[in-house]
Every structure is written in structure tokens, then in C-alpha cells.
């Protein structure tokens, strides 16, 4: 970096659970969280916190029938705390953080929720999440017609049905344009455009693809960041998309094991973190190289990649920090989990100088 000092990662708040933690979420525009899981007698769990001065207090807990496995907020409309959760049998269901009542419920999938993605709540397009499962399929499910998915995409006849373990919605620039893209536990990435209804790009990366996520999902496709298996993660430039080469990337290593997250900063898209098997958290920047693509002598056009910078790094854990996410409305705040049963507040320091 120049002539700054680095960002300094500060565990504010460790406070240990008595349940298994996987996944956390802040309230939009509060200054409450809520942490997703499963009791050790199967049932789930949604707890809420508050953040104080000095320490993080549940406020209220929700128990469901079945363990819990992901949850998200990006669909809820304004003035609204309504939660999305997916189940270990497949079930999709809708919460109001405030009453605690089980809003709606539909027989998703036939197997587990490995997880999901909302948009449409902040941006434009209709209100969306997606959810991907072990049964090998993703699906659009239009928050406004709870009973049936608006999109299934599913592997075509006689072929291989893989464990889907990341979704993200991207490119939801204006009320058409939008696309989906799913990770999968072979190494499997695919790009499928909504609007179109026709896969546009996909990539093998030879390991399990734990996590994946757009820089901004409310703009034309930027950046997207894949983490995977075997300590390795995947930056790709998506503005220029080449028809035999694909997207243009890069590879970098970190953690020393599986690299479970990839969470950009929401004031600043070109930083993200990095969580991993080993209970760490790494702190990177993209720098966008010179020109941002080249034209070959057919005049197509090949993106250019540019280059990562590690900012900070600390261990906070013995066991993976599995989910983490930044706060929307106070830069610098975050949360993790991890699979010790502990829930962690972060503060991260001289963001605002990057």
C-alpha cells in the first residue's frame, strides 16, 4: 500500500453459542443481525442480536422443525425484516424477524438447501432468490408467487446430477437484465442469463466451489469472486466475455485450506474478505490493470486481468469461519461464524483509505 497504514482486523466481541452456526445476516438499516443454524436435537434456529458499545445481546429466537442451513434478506422490500431460509429437507420458507411468524413454505427441493441468494429488495427487477441444492438443481423463486419457481435449471437427460453449494444473482443493471450463477462440487461454474434463458458462460476449476459472489449485483457484470477447495480462489473480469476464451481470470492461494467465503466490502467493490478452513480472514484489493481488455487480430476482444494486493490477514479461530458478512450501513463492522459455536464482531479499521 502507499504511504498509509494497513487496515487493522479487531475481534470486538466473541460470544459462544450452544448451537451449530451456518450462517449469519445482518437487518437491512438496523443495527441488528441474525445468526442461522441447527440445535444438537435437530431443529433449527434463527437467533437475533443487537449490537451495544460493548458487547452483541440476543433479542429473540426462533426454533423450527427442521435444521437450518442458509438464509438471506436481498429480497425483502422496504420497511420490511422479512428473512428467507433453507432447510437440510428441501424446504424454502419465509420469516418476519419482528412477529417471528413463519410467513410462507414450499417443498423446494428434494434434498438439502445448500444455499441461496435474494435480489430486488434494494435494486431493480422483480423481487428474486435463488436457491441450490444436492438434488442438482437451481431455482428463481418470485418472492410474489411463493407456490412454484418462476425458473428451474436442472442437468440436461443422462447427465451427472452435482451438488450445487453457491448461487448469485448479478447483472440486474435495469427491470430486464439479470443472471445466475451457480457453483457446484465438482468445480463446476455456470452463468446462466435470465432473460434469456441460455447459459452464457461455464468453467470447470477442478475443486468444489464453496462460495461465489458479483462485486455489485445492481450493475452490469464487473467481477466475480470464486472460492474453492484446496486453498485456492478465482477472481474473473465479466465485462468482456470471449467467445472461445471465456472471461479472463486469476487464481491466488490462501488459508492453506478450503476458502469457505468471498464477501466484497458493500462501500467499496474493488476489496473483499476471504474466510478459511483454518479460522482465518484475509483482506484483499483488486487493481484493475491499464486497459481493461485487448483486441486480437479478428478483432475480437479478450479481457485483461489485473493484480491482487493482500491487505491484512488474522486467525481468529481453530475451526473454519463458514459465513461472514459486512455491514451494509456502518463501514468497517462485520460479523463471522464459525463452526466452534461462536459468533464474532468485527471491526475493521482504515477502510476508508483504500
Known sequence: ??????????????????????????IPKTAKFVVIGTEPRGTGVIEVFEVGPNDITSIKKIETKSSLKCGTFGAVQKG???????????????????????????????AIINCMDGIGGTCKGPPEIATGSRDGT?????????????????????????DCWAVCFGNSYNDEERVICSGYDNGDVKLFD????????????????????????????????VTTLESKFHVFDCRTLHST?????????????????????PQNRDVFMTTGGNGG???????????????????????????????????????????FDWCPDKLGLAIGTSFDQCIRLLIITKLNLL
Open 245 to 265: 476464451k471465456g472471461f479472463s481470470g486469476l487464481v491466488e492461494k490462501a488459508h492453506k485450506s478450503t476458502i469457505w467465503v468471498g464477501k466484497h466490502l
Open 138 to 162: 437451481v431455482k428463481i423463486w418470485d418472492i410474489r408467487q411463493k407456490d412454484k419457481p418462476v425458473t428451474t435449471i436442472e442437468p440436461v437427460a443422462n447427465e451427472v446430477k452435482r
Open 80 to 110: 420490511t425484516h422479512h428473512l428467507a431460509t433453507g432447510d437440510f429437507n428441501g424446504t424454502l420458507q419465509t420469516w418476519d424477524i419482528e412477529t417471528g411468524r413463519n410467513i410462507s413454505e414450499v417443498k423446494a427441493h428434494d
Open 281 to 323: 480472514l484475509s483482506l484483499w484489493k483488486y487493481r484493475y490493470p491499464a486497459k481493461r481488455f485487448i483486441e486480437e487480430t479478428d478483432g475480437s476482444k479478450v479481457g485483461v486481468m489485473g493484480s491482487l494486493e493482500l491487505l491484512q490477514n488474522v486467525t481468529l479461530s481453530t475451526q473454519p469461519i463458514a459465513a
Open 194 to 225: 435470465l432473460r434469456q434463458m441460455k447459459l452464457l458462460w461455464e468453467k470447470n476449476l477442478k475443486n468444489g466451489v464453496c462460495g461465489i459472489e458479483f462485486d455489485r449485483r445492481d450493475i452490469e457484470m464487473n467481477k466475480l469472486v
Open 1 to 26: 500500500m502507499e504511504n498509509i497504514e494497513k487496515p487493522v482486523m479487531i475481534c470486538h466481541v466473541e460470544k459462544p453459542l450452544t448451537y451449530t452456526l451456518y450462517d449469519c445476516k445482518w
